[in-house]
Structure formats: C-alpha cells, structure tokens
C-alpha cells in the first residue's frame, strides 16, 4: 500500500486564520515532506522531516510551521496567510535511503 | 542554472506515435533519478525510477548518462491517456533526503 493521505482536500481561509493541513502514511516511511505548487510549475521543497527531526527548512517564512508528532503523521500550520501563498500542498514520504518518493493528493489552498 | 532542467513543451503527437523527452542535471554527486507523471490538478505519481543499466517498462524507457549528467525518457505507441506533463527528478546526495524537480514537459496525445 503506497498511500499518503492528506486532509483537507480543499481549504479557503481568510488572512488573519489559522489552519492546519494534515498528512498520513502507514508505510514506515522515515522521511517525510512538505511541497508547494503553483500553477503550471513544479513542486518547490518547503520542509523535510526525518525520523521526526526537521532536517530541510527551504528559507520558507514562519507563517508557514511544520510539526511532526510521530512516524506516521505530518502536520502545517498556517498563520496569517498572504493570498499569494494560494497553492497545492502536497505531501510525500519516502524510505530514508531509498529513493522513490510517494504523493498525497495534496490540499487546494485559497487565501482570501 | 537551474539544478534539473528539461525539454520544454508542449509537445504534440499523435496517438501510436514514440516521443522522448531529455533532462539534464548539473550536481554531479546526483543519486538517484526518477520520472514523474503529473496530470491537471493532480498529485505527482511516480512513473518510474531510472537506473544506470536503463530500464524499461512496458512502453515505457528510461535511460542515465552520468557522464552527460543526461536522463532520458521514451514512450512508444502513445495512448491519449498518456497526456500529462512529465516531471523530470534527481535526489540529491544531501542526506539523500532532497528531491529536486524539473521544470516538466507536457505531453498532448490527440486521436
């Protein structure tokens, strides 16, 4: 079972609110991750957790906090958006030392 | 430069025909690579990891020049559902944690 799951699929928030995105996988993948995707371009690294510890923060600025209670599940809070920050989150998780990374469906954020 | 650079698109073909898509890497120290399809609105799903041997799957080949720092991907007897954009990735060699993305390729497959 190759499966990431991500709440909420879809997330509109106003500037002043705080959210939080969630993710899941039950493959005992030790590494996980946060990506950002706009519109026709590639997903952009945000954070990389492994074994639990923040290991990769991509510059991204502190409205944006990641949080990683156990093995399995992953965690973005969101404070005071910016409409620009409007994009898909997607999660992933891969084998520490193994290459193939695997996607949740990601959450279609909009700020407004 | 960037890290992982591809063909731009979009490309146009179609159906039953073979089309190739290129990638180029500039770290050297680069580890493992992959293709990645990604269809509108969709999550990347990997389509397949590249090896230095090359490999192939079904219609699917892929092929690694280390020293061209050069990935290749090939598709024969195009499908309409092969329309996608296709993502070109390298895992870097930081803890083999990192993976980068190309900019990806469209793929339009017409009857």
């Known amino acids: 079972d190759t499966e990431v799951t991500q709440t909420p699929k879809h997330l509109v928030m106003g500037m002043t609110n705080k959210k939080s995105l969630k993710c899941e996988q039950h493959?005992?993948?030790?590494?996980m991750y946060w990506y950002k995707q706009k519109a026709k371009k590639p997903p952009e690294l945000m954070f990389v957790?492994?074994?639990?510890?923040?290991?990769i923060n991509e510059s991204v600025p502190s409205r944006f906090s990641p949080e990683c209670p156990n093995s399995s599940l992953l965690n973005l809070h969101l404070h005071a958006l910016q409409p620009e920050d409007s994009a898909l989150y997607l999660c992933?998780?891969?084998?520490?030392?193994?290459?193939?990374?695997?996607f949740g469906q990601g959450t279609r954020l909009t700020v407004v | 430069r960037k890290e992982v650079e591809q063909d731009p698109g979009p490309f146009n073909v179609p159906e039953g025909a073979t089309v190739a898509f290129n990638c180029t890497y500039s770290n050297s120290a680069s580890q493992s690579f992959f293709w990645y399809r990604q269809d509108c609105r969709k999550e990347p799903k990997l389509l397949m990891s590249v090896y230095s041997s090359g490999n192939e799957d079904g219609r699917f080949t892929a092929q690694l020049n280390r020293a061209s720092q050069y990935i290749s991907l090939l598709i024969r007897d195009s499908k309409l559902s092969d329309s996608a954009t296709y993502l070109c990735?390298?895992?870097?060699?930081?803890?083999?944690?990192?993976?980068?993305f190309g900019t990806g390729t469209r793929l339009l497959v017409s009857p």
């Open positions: 493959m005992g993948h030790r590494a």
């Open positions: 990735v390298v895992r870097s060699n930081t803890g083999f944690q990192k993976l980068v």
């Open positions: 992933a998780s891969s084998q520490e030392r193994q290459a193939e990374a695997f």
């Open positions: 957790y492994s074994y639990e510890k923040l290991s």
